[in-house]
Nanobody, 125 residues
Framework: VQLQASGGGLAQAGGSLRLSCAVSGRTFSPNAMGWFRQAPGKEREFVAVIRMNSGSVYYTDSVKGRFTISRDNAKNTVDLQMKSLKPEDTAVYYC???????????????????WGQGTQVTVSS
């Protein structure tokens, strides 16, 4: 199973970027897919996740109202639309997927089995 993330880049503060993540490889039906990020010198942190069956979404407080996660079950893809970007959003963004993610651990990276390679998002002030 491979996760391919794309869509990172450079944006000005207040601008927008859209990240996409596609699952490929053996037959794999994740029950949750999400995004984490890691800024220089900091630990990887949860950003957003979507439960593939119900469509329920969860966000970290700092991105609520600015980021939107969505999924396409038929294609096994998940997107992260990022608006009103801030310099503090600068990080490497990783997509993650798991087929046994339970609600109580949905915010933790150890709950996910597969990870993408990371895509850089840089927001200038």
């Amino acid at each position: 199973v491979q996760l391919q993330a794309s869509g990172g880049g450079l944006a000005q503060a207040g601008g927008s970027l859209r990240l996409s993540c596609a699952v490929s490889g053996r037959t794999f039906s994740p029950n949750a897919m999400g995004w984490f990020r890691q800024a220089p010198g900091k630990e990887r942190e949860f950003v957003a996740v979507i439960r593939m069956n119900s469509g329920s979404v969860y966000y970290t407080d700092s991105v609520k109202g600015r980021f939107t996660i969505s999924r396409d079950n038929a294609k096994n893809t998940v997107d992260l639309q990022m608006k009103s970007l801030k310099p503090e959003d600068t990080a490497v963004y990783y997509c993650a997927a798991g087929d046994g993610v339970i609600l109580s651990s949905i915010y933790t990276d150890r709950a996910y089995d597969y990870w993408g390679q990371g895509t850089q998002v840089t927001v200038s002030s």
